[in-house]
């Protein structure tokens, strides 16, 4: 029997990464593409093509067979430092925008008989996430929409071409809004990191014990492992339910919790500089009722051990990269 193929969009980043990994392990022939080669891994992609899927030309080279899966992960992202500034809206918006409006088209034409799309947790209305001990990120409550940033905006414009996809040309889509997914072979540096990765990067490498933490540490998050956020994406690809869904951690922790954390697992002692900077929501937690309903599964992974991964695989970079 032939092997199952899979396309994934994105592969040069974090999680198109490490989905070509399992993809690999699960026996799928697997073509990849993305603007850039993988920092940190070499592919065991069967073909990985550097291109750009904004140009619709593209597209249609790279989705030119009715690929059993195709994993739509490429978009212009980065952490609260890139997607609050404000700075790159405009190019966050056009980009990302371009490249689903041209997958979807390029899918349906090429017959893709399950189509995933990665949505954000960043679409949900900043009216429920004031307050941070409370957030409310319940999938139905995304509307009326007011996401925080355009990078929330595009996601949740992009969610509804591929329903409307659905709706009308009958294309089997997945959607998930993840939630701050994190782990070895992500961006830790450079200004499009997230928060755990930066608060792994600024432990490992603070000489005086000093860290700076944007704004006052009190706004609250929770975070997947990369491990269980891949393994949510198998468990709604292979289930009838559409979504979209939520997959996160429910684990929430404040940003000065998250540092108390890696100090611990970093066994340093460490003190907090609060200095002003991009913060996002107050608080934002996976509300992971419609998960548990629909998939009968929910990541239950704690904190503590994806941070320990993580930690030691940042601390080896921050080393390396001495040298
Ligand atoms: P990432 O930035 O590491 O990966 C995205 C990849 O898309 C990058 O390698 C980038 O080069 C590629 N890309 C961007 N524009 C492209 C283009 N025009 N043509 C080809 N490739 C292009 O991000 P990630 O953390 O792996 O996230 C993957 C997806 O999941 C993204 O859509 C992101 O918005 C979504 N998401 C991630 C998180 C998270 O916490 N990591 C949370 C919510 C949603």
């Not at 409310?136 to 992009?158: H, L, R, T």
């Not at 468990?235 to 559409?242: E, K, P």
Request: glycine residues 10%; aromatic residues 8%; neutral net charge.
């Amino acid at each position: 029997m032939q092997n199952k193929k899979a396309l994934v969009l994105g592969a040069g980043g974090f999680i198109g990464g490490h989905l070509v990994k399992r993809l690999k392990k699960e026996g799928y022939w697997v073509r990849a593409v993305d603007l850039k080669r993988h920092e940190y891994n070499e592919s065991p992609a069967d073909e990985f093509i550097v291109g750009d899927l904004r140009d619709p030309k593209l597209c249609e080279q790279v989705i030119d067979q009715p690929f059993d899966r195709l994993y739509q992960l490429a978009a212009d992202m980065g952490g609260a430092g890139y997607i609050f500034s404000g700075n790159n809206d405009a190019a966050i918006m056009h980009n990302s925008a371009t490249v689903n409006l041209n997958v979807a088209e390029q899918a349906k034409k090429a017959g893709v008989k399950k189509l995933f799309y990665s949505s954000s947790a960043c679409i949900y209305p900043e009216r429920n996430q004031l307050d941070p001990k409370k957030p409310v990120c319940s999938e139905e409550s995304a509307y009326p929409a007011a996401p925080d940033s355009e990078y929330g905006w595009e996601k949740i414009f992009s969610e509804r071409i591929y329903l409307a996809y659905a709706r009308n040309y009958g294309m089997n889509v997945r959607i998930a809004r993840f939630h701050n997914i994190f782990g070895p072979e992500g961006t830790w540096t450079g200004g499009k990191e997230k928060a755990p990765a930066a608060v792994c990067r600024k432990v490992a490498e603070t000489k005086n014990g000093e860290i700076e933490i944007w704004g006052d540490g009190e706004q609250t998050r929770s975070f997947l492992y990369i491990d269980e956020c891949l393994e949510g994406v198998e468990r709604l690809m292979s289930s009838d339910f559409q979504g979209p869904v939520n997959i996160g951690s429910e684990e929430m922790v404040s940003i000065n919790g998250l540092v108390d954390l890696v100090s611990k697992v970093a066994e340093k002692k460490v003190n907090i500089k609060h200095v002003p900077g991009p913060l996002g929501v107050r608080g934002r937690n996976s509300d992971n009722r419609l998960i548990r309903e629909k998939l009968g599964w929910a990541p239950s992974q704690t904190l503590e051990k994806g941070i320990r991964e993580t930690y030691a695989w940042i601390a080896k970079q921050v080393t390396e990269n001495k040298k």
